[in-house]
Protein backbone atom coordinates (compact mmCIF):
# COMPACT_ATOMS: atom_id res chain seq x y z
CA UNK A 1 0.00 0.00 0.00
CA UNK A 2 1.26 3.45 -0.87
CA UNK A 3 -0.53 6.64 0.22
CA UNK A 4 0.42 10.12 -1.67
CA UNK A 5 0.49 13.68 -0.82
CA UNK A 6 0.74 16.73 -3.05
CA UNK A 7 1.70 19.64 -1.97
CA UNK A 8 3.11 22.94 -3.52
CA UNK A 9 0.33 24.05 -5.70
CA UNK A 10 -0.49 27.92 -5.62
CA UNK A 11 -1.27 30.91 -7.62
CA UNK A 12 1.29 32.13 -9.98
CA UNK A 13 1.81 34.71 -12.89
CA UNK A 14 2.39 33.42 -16.48
CA UNK A 15 5.80 32.87 -16.76
CA UNK A 16 6.67 32.05 -13.23
CA UNK A 17 7.75 28.77 -11.53
CA UNK A 18 6.30 26.09 -9.35
CA UNK A 19 7.79 23.08 -7.43
CA UNK A 20 5.18 20.30 -6.90
CA UNK A 21 5.90 17.66 -4.33
CA UNK A 22 4.35 14.04 -4.15
CA UNK A 23 5.41 12.53 -0.41
CA UNK A 24 4.70 9.11 -0.19
CA UNK A 25 4.13 6.55 2.60
CA UNK A 26 5.67 2.84 2.44
CA UNK A 27 8.62 1.45 2.28
CA UNK A 28 8.60 0.05 -1.17
CA UNK A 29 8.22 3.45 -2.62
CA UNK A 30 11.52 2.92 -4.78
CA UNK A 31 10.01 -0.22 -6.66
CA UNK A 32 6.61 2.14 -7.58
CA UNK A 33 6.85 4.11 -10.88
CA UNK A 34 5.10 7.58 -10.35
CA UNK A 35 3.07 10.37 -12.28
CA UNK A 36 1.81 13.52 -12.37
CA UNK A 37 -1.69 14.14 -13.91
CA UNK A 38 -3.74 17.19 -14.02
CA UNK A 39 -7.02 17.83 -14.65
CA UNK A 40 -8.71 21.20 -16.11
CA UNK A 41 -12.38 21.94 -14.88
CA UNK A 42 -14.41 20.19 -17.65
CA UNK A 43 -11.26 18.36 -19.12
CA UNK A 44 -10.56 15.01 -19.20
CA UNK A 45 -7.49 13.60 -16.94
CA UNK A 46 -4.18 14.71 -18.89
CA UNK A 47 -0.98 13.00 -18.67
CA UNK A 48 1.70 15.23 -17.72
CA UNK A 49 5.00 13.43 -16.82
CA UNK A 50 6.16 9.93 -15.09
CA UNK A 51 9.29 8.58 -13.96
CA UNK A 52 10.56 4.80 -13.66
CA UNK A 53 11.17 3.35 -9.74
CA UNK A 54 15.02 4.26 -10.02
CA UNK A 55 14.63 7.34 -11.63
CA UNK A 56 16.65 6.23 -14.64
CA UNK A 57 14.02 7.10 -17.02
CA UNK A 58 11.12 10.11 -17.81
CA UNK A 59 8.80 10.89 -20.34
CA UNK A 60 6.85 14.26 -20.64
CA UNK A 61 3.49 15.20 -22.54
CA UNK A 62 4.69 17.34 -25.88
CA UNK A 63 2.84 20.33 -24.44
CA UNK A 64 4.92 20.63 -20.98
CA UNK A 65 8.35 19.28 -22.91
CA UNK A 66 11.17 21.89 -22.04
CA UNK A 67 9.00 23.26 -19.35
CA UNK A 68 8.39 21.05 -16.82
CA UNK A 69 11.17 18.15 -14.83
CA UNK A 70 10.12 15.64 -13.09
CA UNK A 71 12.66 13.90 -10.36
CA UNK A 72 12.56 11.95 -7.43
CA UNK A 73 14.50 10.98 -3.92
CA UNK A 74 14.00 7.54 -2.77
CA UNK A 75 15.63 8.16 0.37
CA UNK A 76 13.12 10.90 0.90
CA UNK A 77 10.10 9.47 -0.61
CA UNK A 78 9.65 11.84 -2.46
CA UNK A 79 8.96 12.84 -6.23
CA UNK A 80 9.29 16.46 -7.54
CA UNK A 81 7.49 18.39 -10.79
CA UNK A 82 9.37 21.39 -11.08
CA UNK A 83 7.44 23.40 -13.46
CA UNK A 84 8.66 26.77 -15.32
CA UNK A 85 7.67 28.66 -17.80
CA UNK A 86 4.19 28.12 -16.52
CA UNK A 87 1.17 29.61 -18.97
CA UNK A 88 -2.82 29.93 -18.06
CA UNK A 89 -3.56 26.73 -20.05
CA UNK A 90 -1.22 25.09 -17.08
CA UNK A 91 -3.95 25.63 -14.90
CA UNK A 92 -5.25 22.46 -13.08
CA UNK A 93 -5.25 20.40 -10.15
CA UNK A 94 -2.33 18.37 -10.39
CA UNK A 95 -2.38 14.84 -8.90
CA UNK A 96 0.77 12.16 -8.44
CA UNK A 97 0.19 8.73 -9.08
CA UNK A 98 2.22 5.19 -8.13
CA UNK A 99 2.51 2.08 -10.08
CA UNK A 100 3.81 -1.17 -9.44
CA UNK A 101 6.39 -1.94 -12.79
CA UNK A 102 7.06 0.70 -15.44
CA UNK A 103 5.50 3.93 -16.39
CA UNK A 104 2.67 4.66 -18.44
CA UNK A 105 0.57 7.43 -19.51
CA UNK A 106 -2.51 5.81 -19.19
CA UNK A 107 -4.43 6.88 -15.65
CA UNK A 108 -6.43 3.19 -15.30
CA UNK A 109 -2.79 2.25 -14.74
CA UNK A 110 -2.40 3.51 -11.43
CA UNK A 111 -3.92 1.92 -8.56
CA UNK A 112 -2.79 4.83 -6.41
CA UNK A 113 -3.79 8.61 -6.57
CA UNK A 114 -3.15 11.33 -3.90
CA UNK A 115 -5.89 13.94 -3.78
CA UNK A 116 -4.02 16.78 -5.86
CA UNK A 117 -2.69 20.35 -5.10
CA UNK A 118 -4.26 23.26 -7.07
CA UNK A 119 -2.11 25.17 -9.45
CA UNK A 120 -3.71 28.53 -10.81
CA UNK A 121 -1.74 30.24 -13.21
CA UNK A 122 -2.65 33.97 -14.09
CA UNK A 123 -2.24 35.77 -17.66
Known amino acids: QVQLVESGGGLVQAGGSLRLSCEAS????????VAWFRQAPGKEREFVTA????????SYADSVKGRFSISRDNAKNTVYLQMNSLKPEDTAVYHCAARMGLTSSWYPEYGYWGHGTQVTVSS
Open 51 to 58: ISFSGGST
Open 26 to 33: GRTFSRYA
